[in-house]
Nanobody, 119 residues
Framework: QVQLVESGGGLVQAGDSLRLSCAAS??????MGWFRQAPGKEREFVAA????????SYADSAKGRFTISRDSAKNTVYLQMDSLKPDDTAVYFC??????????????WGQGTQVTVSS
């Protein structure tokens, strides 16, 4: 049975940093990614990472501030978020796919972790 378990969310101030973690169990995936959903908005893509460090994709909102990384030995993906803004407030979801890095087409999802950025 596949499980994705996120951790690391919390309440921070604008300009602070947070690191989210997502541990996968049950199988390995070609691509692991992060999405977020703010209140009243649709879920949106944040970042994705394949097996190689060169195989990454970021949403424009994440470029330059967020870094996705992966520990294959632990079957875990991370999202380092720096210079956080109130607009980053959302529930962040981990997702996994057997397909190459992309912003859509994920088969497995975590339960989400809340990130709240105060001004």
């Amino acid at each position: 049975q596949v499980q994705l378990v996120e951790s690391g969310g919390g309440l921070v101030q604008a300009g602070d940093s947070l690191r989210l973690s997502c541990a996968a169990s049950g199988r390995t995936f070609s691509t692991m990614g992060w999405f977020r959903q703010a209140p009243g908005k649709e879920r949106e893509f944040v970042a994705a990472r394949g097996w190689l460090a060169s195989s990454t994709s970021y949403a424009d909102s994440a470029k330059g501030r967020f870094t996705i990384s992966r520990d294959s030995a632990k079957n875990t993906v991370y999202l380092q978020m720096d210079s956080l803004k109130p607009d980053d407030t959302a529930v962040y979801f981990c997702a996994a796919s057997p397909r190459p890095v992309r912003a859509t087409g994920y088969d497995y999802w975590g339960q989400g972790t809340q990130v709240t950025v105060s001004s």
